[in-house]
């Protein structure tokens, strides 16, 4: 028989009620709970291994958002009709609890750890990733795997003025900025998300609302978790130390990785030296314990050795920038690197450019689709199309390593959808015809290689001919804190991301922020501290965007001469037949006379037509053709037209494609005929003028010789007249 489940509800706002349930689904993970609201449900459980594996020195925590396709009343598209490897949106909605739930843990806690989230009912209106970390975080609260802190994450929108927390899909589709942002009772931990250029106070009053939302769930999950009665945490197997090796690792080498930090070396020549300096300790060490030369250290000895020597080189160059104002590189604190771009790189790509800041180096290019090209994006609820789309790549060179080539990783999903969500904000609207495929990859990767790739994407963009109005930077800020002491750091190295306390990107033009991510490692970082980091960033991202300016300062008139061209048009929807044609014989036969691709489609009560094709003439005459069709004929327009019927009172002429009409024989010329033979013949061309319709039928009547000069008449002679 089930237990009874354990339930805590609470109000978003607005009337909109959210319960968190425990206690009968799924009672063998070592917690679990449901989260639902309106008809959107779901499922998160979470399990850890007793102990950690032998010789491990790192966390293995995996978190893995899924949604079930029954859950929205379908079945998968896919040949195996069942769900397969994460789809992009699940994998950004794991990398988002994923970033929350890992700072909550000891740092001396190395079991492994697995969370999974499951979408079991679905809710058209609820999003259900500004749920999932709530669920996340709920299991672990009514298990006994020993976290610190519980936490939560909402989604906060700006819809028409109003702060609107966890907005529905529609009041979504109406927001000028939505942030995800995820914290604990005291402290935030974690916000992501985009603006149509909003202001860094915007940013901080968006946090400010969205961390009091946060506070009520996490109320709601202490009280299940009292109601559950879970009072305490399981012990765990922590690493050994041995302070007498820590003491010997640091007189040895305090002194020399003080000195490799401070003498502003390129990122490999200073891994190298690290590198000889760590071989050196391993070697003291040796002469230390007396071991004999043709010995090694002990494997608990040398792995204790490694780990020290790294809590040595983390706290020293934290120290010297926090005391020295000193970094890495031997740049000030707000300083950003050298910059280098250019434009129109690559010659058969529609668009490209290369962006080189100090080591890191992202080469983009842009290419023009048609909008069947469009990205069909799909979850249990929604299935949409996007016309622009952004892939990051990261290849194993850019960091001078050897790895096996797969296909992407978390880390390009997320890197590529910040980038993607940045540049969204800047592209043309609903009459752009085509769709866009930016892909950036990698070259050289020393610190922020996303942000490259937002700068390398705006230039391409304006290279290829794609109408943004506005440049998107990107710049990459840390932060190391201690004592009371913090500095705030532009432009950050690889090395520089590991050892901070917050590290988040900044993206925007000149008049507005346009994407957020950001990760807070440290507790208690105040919102004038968050302030001061942002302005920084601020004038970071100001400063690359005068060279990009420098660079080009506008999208280019028209799209290169190779590029496709493309036209979108809008008719009435009652000629979307005529434009088709009987079993698509007219559209058919446009395209193979003008060399073009076209497609016709009814959106919004109207035909829209896309017109695409390799050479501009065949596209401006596929274009004049559709007008054609769809043309209203008005009396006393001029006309190109063709003779199809012969009659003895006229020829019946196509003036318009699918539109004809009669030319009588008294309107053919101003000479009086008696018939049309070795005058006209059928396929004969001739300009033509509408004169008029016939009242009866509605027939159109034509007339050519209107438009042909009038013969003088000859004067009349006295002869004549007695005649």
Known sequence: ???????????????????????????????????????????????????????????PLSVDYQEKFASAGRIPGSFFKREARLNDYEILTSRLVDRALRPLFPDDYLCEVQVLITLISSDAQVMPDSMA?????????????????????????????????????????????????????????????????????????????????????????????????????????????????????????????????????????RSDKFDVLKDELLEHLKAEYKIPEAEELADDIKKLAKTYYGDLQYHIVRDMILRDKVRLDGRGLDQVRTLDMEIDVLPSPHGAALFTRGETQALTTVTLGTPLDA???????????????????????????????????????????????????????????????????????????????????????MDAGV????????VAMGLISKDGQFAILTDILGDEDHLGDMDFKVTGTRDGICGVQMDIKVDGLSMDVMRQALEQAKRGRLHILDAMYATIDKARDDVKPHAPRMIKMFIDKEFIGAVIGPGGKVIQEMQRETGTTINIEEVDNKGEVSIFGTEKEGVQKAEAWIKSIVAVPAIGDTYDAVVKTIMPFGAFVEFLPGKQGLVHISEISWKRLETLEGIVREGDRFKVKLIGTDPKTGKFKLSRKILMPKPEQKPRTEESNNK
Do not use: W
């Open 375 to 461: 990205l069909l994006i799909e979850s249990a609820a929604v299935s949409d199309y996007s016309k622009f789309i952004l892939h990051y790549n990261f290849p194993p060179f850019s960091t001078g390593e050897v790895k096996m080539m797969r296909g992407p990783g978390r880390r390009e999903v997320g890197h590529g959808n910040l980038a993607m969500r940045s540049l969204k904000q800047m592209m043309p609207g609903g009459d752009f015809p085509y769709t866009v495929r930016v892909v950036s990859d990698i070259l050289e990767s020393n610190g922020s290689s996303s942000m490259a790739t937002v700068c390398a994407s705006s230039l391409a963009l």
């Open 133 to 269: 970390c709530l669920a996340a975080s709920a299991a672990l609260a009514v298990s006994d795997i020993p976290i610190q802190e519980v936490i939560s994450e909402v989604r906060v929108a700006r819809v028409e003025g109003n702060y609107v927390i966890n907005p529905l899909r529609d009041e979504l589709a109406k927001a000028d900025f939505e942030f995800l942002i995820a914290a604990t009772e005291k402290n935030i931990m974690m916000v992501e998300g985009e603006a149509h250029e909003c202001s860094e106070e915007d940013l901080i009053r968006a946090i400010e609302v969205g961390h009091e939302a946060i506070r009520v769930q996490i109320k709601a999950q202490e009280e299940l978790r009292q109601l559950k009665g879970v009072t305490g945490k399981r012990e765990y197997k922590k690493p050994v130390h041995n302070e007498e090796l820590r003491e010997k690792v640091n007189a040895f080498a305090k002194d020399k990785v003080y000195a490799i930090a401070k003498s502003a070396l390129a990122k490999h020549e």
């Open 1 to 59: 028989m089930l237990q009874q489940p354990i339930r805590k509800s609470f109000d978003i706002g607005n009337g909109r009620e959210v319960t968190i349930e425990t206690g009968r689904l799924a009672r063998q993970a070592d917690g679990s709970v449901t989260v639902s609201q309106g008809n959107c449900m779901l499922l998160a459980t979470v399990v850890a291994n007793k102990e950690p594996k032998e010789g491990q020195n790192f966390f």
């Open 467 to 474: 109408g943004i109005p506005k440049h998107v930077s990107g």
